[in-house]
């Protein structure tokens, strides 16, 4: 088993930052990629960013330049810092991460979710 346990979310006015944390345990070999998805109310599950454990980076379109995806391979975390945030933020953050166990099986693991609330 892999689990995810995300911290940070919280309520911030907007203009405001918030860093989001994700941290990935279990029966880990390896992980390819780290990520963060949003979910806001009666919407569908989007991507924000990804990043690969060479450092490779992909973000929606709507965060860029306003959000930073980064990665301690050594302690299997994954940080979001949000930065300009808008209401349109607002939503459920997800993390998410797939890689290799050490049974030699492969993982797909989602965090339990964090709420994030950018009031206008």
């Known amino acids: 088993q892999v689990q995810l346990v995300e911290s940070g979310g919280g309520l911030v006015q907007a203009g405001g930052s918030l860093r989001l944390s994700c941290a990935a345990s279990?029966?880990?070999?390896?992980?390819?990629?780290m990520g963060w998805y949003r979910q806001a109310p009666g919407k569908q599950r989007e991507l924000v960013a990804t990043?690969?454990?060479?450092?490779?980076?992909n973000y929606a379109d709507s965060v860029k330049g306003r959000f930073t995806i980064s990665r301690d391979n050594t302690k299997n975390t994954v940080y979001l810092q949000m930065n300009s945030l808008k209401p349109e933020d607002t939503a459920v953050y997800y993390c998410?991460?797939?890689?290799?166990?050490?049974?030699?099986?492969?993982?797909?693991?989602w965090g339990q979710g964090t709420q994030v609330t950018v009031s206008s």
């Open positions: 998410n991460a797939y890689g290799t166990k050490t049974n030699g099986g492969r993982f797909i693991s």
């Open positions: 279990g029966s880990i070999f390896s992980i390819n990629a």
């Open positions: 990043i690969t454990s060479g450092g490779s980076t």
